[in-house]
């Protein structure tokens, strides 16, 4: 192994840490490289000048040196960050987080003794005992009732719900949804070892190719182009076919959807299109799924032989959302039972002893709900609606996304259709770090890959090991919070919401420019024209390019974005205000006259053949 330290003259001796001694010299002050080679390497430039550094916080300051920091100089870089993190959350508009953590890092700071680990199943101690898994599953019996599942969990129960709080947010969530989905759909199943003792002896068994149906274990998975970009990841990761790839790959030419003229569309889209606003396209629609196309797609594919994975979205990324998920439902599930998909036999083999064939019935459909944000708070605005007590009327009944979403088929039997959901517990009611809930039910479950008796207990989980203050934190939160006090927070942020927008239009009139403020009603979201790069730093803005016009660049339209949590107040939103007000009298956004295109404003070049997708945060959504 080559040691690049022990050629210190062919390294730059750039300063390190905050003393501004170089590498070699701290090596060589702790005896590490002192006439021999070092057992480190060395940089290979300043990182200093390398990596980006935000205002108020110095790289040097926080460089480790092989001497470590003396507790004052530690103590000054914690502070500084402090201080950082305070501006930055007196600031902080442009996403969907809870900045306002309630006295959390006080309160709860106790436990910080503790390494707390809720490896394994929720629902089983295991052998690592220092864990919250109590906490927990008070946890996920809060919002089994709010979703209307059954519960508590009982796993002799097939309609009984199960699920986890997620280490990550709900990236992870979709991203077990989807696995879920994919097993599931794909005629997987998993087989314990004959010798009941022996641990991670299970293996997976592919169900056995149909012979009429050559696609029936190979499931489509649709979303919309408003869709969270982890969903386009989930799937490039789990290798499941988009309704594009399987399109372009198996029906190419056979796209059935068209385009605002009714003439057949050439190419199979990359995501089911979102519904279309007063342009014709969905760049300037409210960002909810367009319902005839996502029906017409799956028509085409059901009636190919492939099982169906969807995901649906309520409160999405940018504007917003809420899937009308009972009108999606009431459209599929005629398709679904045309095409036999409520339920179908899957053989996995033999039994060993009596050579009966293994057969498991299963649905051929699967839609899950991506509940990042809106899964947090939908239920108590519905609560509102429906029930005059809470002494508020939401603007819009939201609509119904849950486990209780059920409907009747043509023999009267009843379907439930939502077969998972995924929450970012961090987005809302707030954690201090990423967090989240998924949910399923006992009827869905597969067995996990392998029974690890290191840690006694399955691990029906994605992550392994897990973050065991977070259920502390959203426990602590919903314990000090009533079905009351939730609405009342939900309220807080949509009178701000409908604030923000009145006041963006005011400055519209007030000073003759366009800001294109929309809110999609229900939302916590408002969307406008971006502000100048300095005050999408200052406010931590979120910010998305969509053309008006596919194909056409000079239609090209830059939002900013703004979420009003339950944190957010309005002297904040005032504060923002007052800036953007300065640079529209200062005309640093054109005048009415200057539209549609921003001055300054260069052409977006595309490659041939390449569509742009409105509403879509960045190139490469959709896979190829």
Not at 418 to 433: E, L
Not at 510 to 534: I, Q
Request: glycine fraction near 8%; aromatic fraction near 10%; charge should be negative.
């Amino acid at each position: 192994m080559t040691d690049v330290t022990s050629r210190p003259h062919q390294l730059p001796q750039v300063p390190f840490g905050s003393d501004g001694e170089t590498w070699q010299q701290i090596l060589e002050s702790q005896g590490l490289s002192n006439g021999h080679a070092a057992p480190v390497s060395g940089p290979i430039g300043d990182p200093q000048a390398m990596y980006p550094v935000e205002p108020g916080l110095e790289t040097r300051a926080f460089e480790l040196p092989a001497s470590g920091l003396s507790d004052a100089k530690r103590r000054k870089a914690l502070s500084s960050m402090e201080l950082y993190l305070a501006d930055r959350r007196d600031h902080m508009l442009g996403y969907q987080v809870t900045q306002d953590m309630n006295g959390y890092p006080t309160d709860l700071s106790r436990f910080m003794e503790n390494h707390l680990n809720n490896i394994g199943d929720p629902f089983q101690s295991g052998g690592y005992k220092p864990n919250t898994k109590i906490a927990e599953r008070a946890v996920l019996d809060y919002y089994a009732a709010l979703w209307n599942a059954q519960w508590p969990h009982d796993p002799r129960v097939p309609e009984s719900y199960w699920g986890y709080m997620l280490s990550m947010g709900s990236t992870e969530g979709n991203m077990y949804a989807l696995w879920n989905a994919r097993d599931y759909l794909s005629g997987k199943a998993l087989i314990e070892s004959t010798e009941p003792t022996t641990f991670g002896a299970l293996r997976y068994v592919q169900a056995a190719p149909h012979i009429d149906n050559p696609n029936a274990f190979h499931p489509v998975a649709f979303f919309s182009e408003d869709t969270h970009y982890s969903f386009a990841k989930a799937v490039r990761v789990l290798n499941v076919d988009t309704f594009h790839a399987a399109g372009e790959a198996l029906y190419p030419g056979r796209c059935p959807l068209t385009d605002a003229d009714g003439r057949p569309l050439k190419e199979w889209p990359t995501e089911v299109p979102s519904r279309r606003g007063p342009s014709g396209n969905s760049a300037d629609g409210p960002g909810e799924i367009d319902i005839d196309a996502l029906e017409t797609l799956v028509k085409f594919f059901a009636g190919n032989g492939h099982p169906i994975m969807i995901s649906l979205n309520y409160g999405s990324t940018f504007k917003g959302a809420h899937d009308d998920v009972r009108r999606v439902c009431e459209r599929l599930l005629p398709i679904f039972e045309e095409n036999g998909l409520l339920e179908r036999p899957v053989q996995y083999g033999k039994d060993p002893k009596t050579g009966e064939a293994k057969i498991d019935l299963r649905r051929g459909f699967w839609i899950h709900v991506d509940g990042a944000l809106g899964a947090g708070y939908g239920p108590f605005m519905r609560m509102a609606y429906e029930d005059p007590r809470f002494g508020w009327t939401p603007e819009v009944d939201l609509p119904e996304f849950d486990f209780g979403l059920t409907l009747s088929s043509e023999d009267d039997n009843q379907i439930d259709m939502v077969a998972s959901i995924a929450m970012s517990g961090h987005k809302w009611p707030g954690a201090p770090w990423p967090c989240g809930i998924y949910m399923t039910k006992v009827k869905y479950q597969l067995m996990p890959p392998s029974q690890p008796q290191y840690i006694g207990s399955p691990d029906t989980t994605f992550a392994g090991s897990r973050n065991g203050f977070s259920p502390l934190v959203i426990w602590d939160h919903l314990a000090r919070h009533s079905y009351q006090d939730q609405v009342n927070l939900i309220r807080h942020a949509q009178d701000l919401s409908i604030y923000l927008e009145n006041r963006l239009r005011q400055l519209e009139r007030k000073h003759r420019v366009k800001l294109w403020p929309a809110r999609t009603r229900g939302a916590l979201t408002v969307r406008f024209r971006r502000p100048s790069d300095k005050l999408v730093d200052k406010w931590s803005l979120s910010t998305e390019d969509v053309f008006m016009v596919p194909k056409k660049p000079e239609t090209r339209r830059r939002y900013a974005h703004i979420f009003l949590m339950a944190s957010t107040t309005r002297e904040k939103i005032d504060a923002f205000l007052a800036e953007l007000e300065r640079e529209c009298a200062d005309q640093l956004l054109p005048a009415v006259e200057a539209l549609p295109t921003l001055a300054a404003e260069a052409p977006v070049e595309l490659a041939d053949g390449v569509l742009s997708l409105a509403a879509v945060p960045g190139p490469g959504r959709g896979f190829q």
